[in-house]
């Protein structure tokens, strides 16, 4: 059970993917978790063959505990679980996990279970007519529901996304070359109702309200404000977008990300984790971006290797981190292991944020609304649109002249746009 | 959509949009002069995902100047009817 976000101390397997058998590859979607906060899309740390699944769905385990083995190199390994989710692209179509194939001859089964009866009931099948596919030719649940879905394979998640949006199993199809109907093929219900299922807001808030409060009993925050002329920045983002196709085209906020990711590279103090004491530099920039929540609500989600991305890239992976977190539904190397956080505040019309330091770290930037503003330019006064950046920091990892510095070259790259491609 | 946009027409593909975008009884209740961004909640990203369908769905590519015009659904018809057809 991956750790999924600060102070998650257990989660629930809502769904595995994956079979006993399937052959899995580093970076695979393999199971479903749903944390206080959202369900979560857990991707494989191991490349391999699943040979046994130890929780099952429904199952709560504590953080650290093994969910699976995975054999690989003819060594059976449990999957470590401790470690911080891999930053994994997502894998091509073809490596997306094989479902268990109906047998190519129904042979019609043996029938142990009460249940697995009680269920072929209830679909009104008979089990005489029903292929097992259990030990020794068992009629299982799985094949009962197998048969009373018409050969089509459906996931125990899809299922209940399915039952609970009031959707017709029959009328959904398969986005996967394997045929099974998986919960990314239920369409999505009125965004309420997604917020309802996968993230209570009782348990939302109790998770943002744990983490804040250690927050502002453990660390001594600081802060920083400067005011920015984006003026420059802004022409050259509308620039650039009347050449883009409308889908590609730039906000604002891809350029104060970009801007924020180069500072961050700048002063490294800022970038990374506060643990045991001492400062742990981050590798890399893993950009987390305060996502506010239709219904209320806080999500942060994680862009990965956010130093490796100019500013288009990054925009788009803003939309689709954004998207995703919105629709409950981030992968796991998507919902944790931030090294900083931006918060763009702005978009709801303030002026400044002084905002609470995500812990283990060490540092929040945060942007206002850009505005239409009096700026002085030489012994001239002019109207620019300028917007208000912010610094919280830690101070037991950084003193205020850090914080200066981050914020100034901050402001040096939006003033020299063509350095945030 | 080849041929010029009637009003009830422009609403409607607008509100299609906005439909993927921010479901609810808020839309259901918005009034052609209301601010969507206000009533709806709407974000820089949400407008953007708006501007993006719209212009699929109609063939017609919305400018960024545009945008001022474009915080109700009179103003999105007014631009919508105004603008001709795709070639």
Known sequence: MPALGADMESGTVIEWLVSPGDVVRRGDIIAVVDTDKAAIDVECFESGVIERLLVAPGGTVAVGAPLAVIANDAAPDVVPVARPPVRAEAPPASAVRSAPAPPAVPVPGRVRSPLVRREAERAGLDLATVPGTGPGGAVTRADVRRAADHGRAITPYARRLAAERGLDLAALGSSGADGVIRARDVPPAAPPAVVSRSAPVGASRHATATLMARAAREIPHY?????????????????????????????PAAALLRASVLALRAVPELNGHWRDGGFVPGEGVQLGVAVSLRGGGLAVPVIRDAHELGVDALMARLLEVGTSARAGRLRSSEASGATATVTNLGELGVDTVSGVIHPPQVALIGFGAVRARPWAVGTDVLVRPVVTASLAADHRASDGAMGARLLHDLTRHLQRPEELR | MTTTLTESEAVAIVREALATIAPGPALEALAVDEDLREALGLDSLDFLALVTR??????RRIEEDDYDRLENLSGWAEMLTAMPPPA
């Open chain 2, 54 to 59: 719209v212009s699929e769905r109609t063939g």
């Open chain 1, 223 to 251: 802060y920083l404000t400067t005011e920015i002329d984006l003026g420059t920045a802004l022409d050259w983002i509308k620039g650039r977008n009347r050449e883009l196709p409308v889908a590609n085209r730039l906000l």
